[in-house]
């Protein structure tokens, strides 16, 4: 069981358990130091990005949104929570050599060609309807799914069904169930 | 400091993913076609020992909950078409970023069209909040809440799916 930065991989149950960890001592350490509970979620943090993009271009319009007058667009503890998951997975696939320039995913390249357009259009498209549903239900696989889940909540419980029960019926029709 | 925290918890959340291979288009799609379970062995893993360490806590006094509302029209209706656009994108939020970070420079039109998708649920939102947001509002309630028991038979039961499941998994290999 190597769990060496230079590994290229680790055992999805290590690093799993090693995330229930990390999941609790986020919540332990932010209630002592900062006396407000943080548990992992990544999906609000596009709203405040996207209030941060329009404040540019049209500032009260933003400012009159009830949205973002409800998530409050600002730079806090998921924003850099965010930013942090970008150079803890630069620095751990540089570390283990598993990083590697793909502009079309394999499985995607068998249903749609090696076009890095059409990739590229399904990547947007995707990315819209799903912060949309995400923002809708409340929170992503990391708000719903694994803080909601840790916490039993029925939410958390239910988005993540939710979740699965879209994904998968989706992916049987776009890139179909047959070949290996 | 609030930003300080959540940096390191980010490089920590980020390396693990990373190392588990969980941001990969192959192990996102993988799963929804069922042909490769890691996300889920990650995932419910994580979940479980989360379970344990923020129960454990709580019961200490050490910490307190963070529930969000059991909307039932929205979370079903949302999280349909979260699976939907995870489908086609491959790629969640969280794992979209740290998909860019190894090099799959794709995820940047999954990221940028995330940020479109929040943009226009803001736009929206005036609209949802009176109709399919308010629709089975059952507020911030848990399992061991809705059921009147203790949260540890609740756990108990979690962790005898999730090994149950893990075992099937790696019978099965996938």
Partial sequence: ?????????????????????????????TTAIIEKPKYLGAST???????????????EHVASNAYFQAKK????????????????????????????????????????????????????????I??????????CPSGHGLSGNMQLSVS???ALVCFMAGGIITARIVYGGGDK | MEQIIGLITGVLFGLLMQKAEVIRFEKQ??????????IIKFMLTGVIVGMIGIYGCHSLGLISLSIKATNVAAIIIGGLLFG??????????????????????????????????????????PALKTSVLSWGKYGKITLPQTLGISPWPVIVVFAAVGIVFFVWAEKKGL
């Fill in chain 1, 45 to 59: 943090t596009f709203v405040r990005a996207a209030g941060f993009i329009e404040k540019a271009v049209a500032s």
């Fill in chain 1, 73 to 128: 667009v600002k730079v806090d503890w998921q924003m850099l929570f965010v930013v942090g998951v970008f150079a803890g997975a630069l620095v751990s696939s540089r570390m283990g050599k598993t990083s590697k320039l793909e502009t079309v995913p394999p499985i995607w390249q068998q249903r749609f060609g090696s076009s890095s357009v059409t990739r590229g259009v399904g990547a947007f498209i995707g990315g819209v």
């Fill in chain 2, 84 to 125: 939907i656009g995870w489908a086609i994108a491959g790629y969640c939020p969280g794992t979209s970023v740290g998909a860019l970070a190894e090099g799959r420079i794709h995820a940047i039109w999954a990221i940028l069209g995330m940020l479109v998708g929040a943009g226009i649920y803001a736009e929206a939102y």
């Fill in chain 1, 1 to 29: 069981m190597n769990i060496s930065l230079f590994t290229a991989r680790w055992s999805p149950y290590i690093a799993g358990i090693l995330v229930g960890v990390l999941a609790t001592l986020s919540v332990v350490v």
């Fill in chain 1, 156 to 158: 958390g419980l239910l």
């Fill in chain 1, 130 to 139: 799903l912060m949309f549903g995400a923002r809708l239900a409340g929170g």
């Fill in chain 2, 29 to 38: 799609v993988g799963f929804m076609l069922l042909k490769d379970m890691t």
